[in-house]
Structures are given as C-alpha cells and as structure tokens.
C-alpha cells in the first residue's frame, strides 16, 4: 500500500512536470544540451523566476538536475529519472489498455 502512495505521488509530480509546455520544452532542450538557467529564462516571454519556478518542478519530478557553476545554476536532462518517467508512463498506458480492453469485451458480449 505504501508503494503504491509512493508511485501515485511520482505520477502526480510526472503529470504535473509534463502538464505545461514550457517544462515540457525545456526538458526537451537539456536532454540535447546542458543551459543555465539564466539561458533558459532568455528563450522564454516570462521573468527569471518563473523559468527558475519551472526548473523546480522538473526537478521535483526527477526529470531534470541542477548543478551550480560559479554564478549560474546549470541544468541537464536526468537520463535516470526520463528512464523511470519512461516506465511509469508505460505502466500507466498498459493499465488503461487492459481497461479498455475489458470494456470492449463487455460492449461485444451485450
């Protein structure tokens, strides 16, 4: 039971990290090629801070790692955790797929 909490709460923190298109761009973008966070905010029509904000939730996720150098907090994709989100999303996937799956059974047997 409290792996199952445990795996709905990475869900949730993978859900909400891909909900927005912006993460979802910018997870893009450092799985090519490491970029300050600084570099980040640039690309974008939105303050500092939000990219930073951003950066957090990705970071919560597991799909991104921040490492400060010098002055600027650099950040890259996390191949582990994008590997893992990988294996959850196609957990999740194969669950609505046994779900549909019994309905269409259900729709041709009535």
Do not use: P
């Not at 951003?54 to 597991?62: M, P, S, T, Y």
């Not at 996390?78 to 729709?107: C, F, K, P, S, T």
């Amino acid at each position: 039971m409290v792996v199952d909490q445990l795996r709905e709460a990475e869900l949730d923190r993978l859900f909400q990290a891909f909900a927005d298109s912006t993460r979802r761009d910018i997870v893009r973008r450092v799985t090519v090629e490491e970029s300050s966070v600084s570099g980040l905010a640039a690309l974008y029509a939105m303050s500092f801070a939000a990219v930073q904000k951003h950066v957090a939730v990705l970071e919560r996720a597991c799909l991104v790692t921040k490492e400060k150098r010098g002055r600027e907090q650099i950040v890259r994709g996390n191949h582990e955790g994008l590997q893992e989100a990988r294996r959850l999303l196609e957990d999740y996937e194969q669950v609505w797929r046994q779900r549909a799956d019994r309905m269409a059974r259900i729709l041709t047997e009535g």
